[in-house]
Each structure stands twice: as C-alpha cells, then as structure tokens.
C-alpha cells in the first residue's frame, strides 16, 4: 500500500472528513482491521487565508509547497490537497517536489463523464468559481463545459464557506440559498452540479439536489484510496 500525503487544515473542518474517508475506503476494499497508510500536513488556516484575501497568491504557493516537501520528508508517495481552492498550486507542488499529485478536479471529471456528462454547474470559493485554473482543466483535459453562478450569488457562497462552514456553522437557511443557486444553474443547461468546495458537502447532499450532485471530497479521497491501492 502507498502512503497518501494529505495537505489539510484548509479547512480542517474537510480534512477530518478526508481522514475518515480514505481510511473507510480501505477497510472496504481490504476488510478487517486494515486502514490506510498516510500522513496529514495541517496548515494554520487562519495565515494562508489571509493571504488568499490579499491576493498574495506566492506566499500562499510557499506554505503548501513547504507542506507538501514536509510529506515527502516523512515517506508521502503520492500527494493530495484536501481543498479545491489550493489546487491553483497544484503544478508548483509537482515541480517543486517531483511528486505524484492527484488533482480533485480530475477525480470529480471522471465521475462526470462516467455518466455521461458534458456541461455542469460549478460552486465553490471565488477563487475556484472565477478563476481559470480549475475551470479549464474541466474544459481543457476533459471536455466538460462550465457555468458558474452570477456575481452576487458567488459572493454569497463565497460568504458562506468562509464565515459559516470553515467554522464549523451549518445553517439551513443557507442551505436553502445553496439550493436556489443550484436550482438556477439547471435551468440554463446544467447537466448536475460539481460542489467544488469540500466544505460544501458538510451542508449539501445529493438528496437536496433533483440531479447529479458530485461531491468533490468523497471523489478525490475514493481516488487516492484506489491509487494507494494499485
């Protein structure tokens, strides 16, 4: 078995349920007592989102790339980021580290066109609903199309992940203006709807959505448990 190099606090609130996740994967598929082999690298949340807000992006790239040299240090084989958001560092920790890392928007793409989809809602931080690095690999390498919600629904969401579900706050009423988001991305054409945060997937299940919901957490640690696996 490989050992799974997991960059989490970002947030902790979603990387315990990472620990959770890939350790329950491999009882499944080995039985027993038997759990995975890995090493957390938690983050101080608090100064790399500070960063984040001031766009300082560089110095945000150096703590997860410090993080993830830290894993490889202490036996990683292979490295996953417990956070859609930080993967706009994903390529600086493979050339920095020369280590194998599973993107979560790859894991979150082969589920997508499994059943036979190509055009899919997206939420998540602003970063990752505005910026290019996770939209275009989705449209770029695998062929999905992209609709993200409108300035002030991003703005909203954007809120709400950070002041809310990072903290451990899980509201119903903005579970029910999650839902209204997604409830319109479906009516211009999307196909399911990719919760491109692993926080939201604390407050939003595929019960509260009437299509194809794909929780980006649950596919990424699935993928690092049959990669860890192989």
Known sequence: MKTI???GGVSWESSVEYYRLVNEGVKQKLGGLHSARC?????????????????????????????ALRLKQGGADFIIICSNTIHKCADSIIEQTGMPLLHIADAAAQQI????????????TKFVMEGDFYRNRLK?????????????????????????????VLNSKSKEQLQKIINKLLLLGAEGVVLGCTEIPLLIKQADVDAPVFDTMTLHAAAA?????E
Not at 41 to 65: A, K, L
Not at 113 to 124: D, F, H, N, T
Not at 225 to 229: E, H, R, S
Request: hydrophobic share 40%; proline share 1%; charged share 25%.
């Open 140 to 168: 770029e390498k695998h062929g999905i199309e992209v609709i993200i919600p409108e300035t002030n629904e991003r703005e909203l969401i954007n809120t709400i992940i950070f002041q809310e579900l990072c903290m451990g």
């Open 225 to 229: 448990v049959k990669y860890a696996l």
């Open 113 to 124: 066109k499994e059943q036979g989809l190509q055009k899919v809602g997206l939420l998540g």
């Open 5 to 7: 190099g997991l960059i």
């Open 39 to 67: 090493l957390m690298y938690s983050v101080d949340f608090g100064t790399v989102e500070e960063f984040m807000r001031q766009g300082n992006w560089q110095q945000v790239t150096r703590e997860i790339v410090d993080a």
